[in-house]
C-alpha cells in the first residue's frame, strides 16, 4: 500500500527566503506526483504536475523535482512571499487510486 | 462559471437525515472525484468516475452513494451518516485518468450532529 510522508510538518520563514518542501512515497511504481497548495478551509489549487518519466516541473517561483527510484519529490519556493502561507500537500497517482501526504504548513512572515 | 463549482458549501444534518452534495466541472474533463479530509488526517479519495463509469470505490461505508449522471455532474448521496463523517468532502475533475492533472473544488463542509 502507497504511504505518502511530507516533511516538515510545518515551517515558519522570514519572508524572501528560499525554502524546500519534501515529499517520499513508498512505491515507485508512479504516473505522476502532483503538488498542491491549500488554504484554510478551501479545496486545493494544483501547482505542478510532474510525470513519471520527467526529473522537474518549473513554474514562476516554484521548482519540483522527481528522483522516482528513491520515492522522492522536492519543492522548491524562490523568494516566498507572505502570499505564499498555505498547506501544501504533495500526491501519487497510480492505479486510479491518488494517496496524498499530510501536508507541509507553511507560514511566511512579513 | 468556470472551473468546478460544489454546493452547497456548507450543510449540517442529522444521523437520520438523507442528503446531496453536487459538484459540477465546467472543463470538458472525462473524469470526476469524490475526496474526503477529515481533520487531522490526509486526504482520502473516495470515488473515482471516468466517462460516468465508476472505476473505483476504495471500500467507502455504503451509506455514501455516488451518481454520475453525465461528464460534468457529480453526485455523492448521504443517508444515516455518523458525526465521524464529518469533514471536507472535495471534488475534483481531470482530463482523463492516470496522467492528467486534478482540478478541485472548493468543497463542502459537512457537520453531521
Known amino acids: 500500500k502507497q504511504e505518502v510522508t511530507q516533511i516538515p510538518a510545518a515551517l515558519s520563514v522570514p519572508e524572501g527566503e528560499n525554502l524546500v518542501l519534501n515529499c517520499s512515497f513508498t512505491d515507485s511504481a508512479i504516473y505522476n506526483l502532483q503538488w498542491f497548495r491549500q488554504d484554510p478551509g478551501k479545496g486545493l489549487t494544483s501547482l505542478l504536475l510532474i510525470q513519471s518519466s520527467q526529473r522537474e516541473q518549473t513554474s514562476g517561483r516554484l521548482n519540483a523535482s522527481l528522483d522516482k527510484s528513491s520515492g522522492r519529490s522536492t519543492l522548491y519556493i524562490a523568494a516566498s512571499q507572505p502570499g505564499d502561507s498555505a498547506t501544501y500537500l504533495c500526491?501519487?497517482?497510480?492505479?486510479?487510486?491518488?494517496?496524498f501526504g499530510a501536508g507541509t504548513r507553511l507560514t511566511v512572515k512579513p | 462559471e468556470t472551473g468546478v463549482t460544489q454546493t452547497p458549501r456548507h450543510l449540517v444534518m442529522g444521523m437520520t437525515n438523507k442528503k446531496s452534495l453536487k459538484c459540477e466541472q465546467h472543463l470538458g474533463h472525462n473524469a470526476m472525484y469524490w475526496y474526503k479530509q477529515s481533520a487531522k488526517k490526509p486526504l482520502e479519495l473516495m470515488f473515482v468516475y471516468s466517462l460516468e463509469e465508476r472505476v473505483e470505490n476504495n471500500s467507502v461505508p455504503s451509506r455514501f452513494s455516488p451518481e454520475c449522471p453525465n461528464s460534468s455532474h457529480l453526485f455523492l448521496h448521504l443517508h444515516t451518516l455518523q458525526p465521524e463523517d464529518s469533514a471536507l468532502y472535495l471534488c475534483?475533475?481531470?482530463?482523463?485518468?492516470?496522467?492528467?492533472?486534478?482540478?478541485f473544488g472548493p468543497g463542502t463542509r459537512l457537520t453531521v450532529t
Open positions: 475534483a475533475s481531470s482530463q482523463g485518468l492516470a496522467a492528467y492533472e486534478q482540478y
Open positions: 500526491a501519487v497517482y497510480n492505479n486510479n487510486d491518488m494517496r
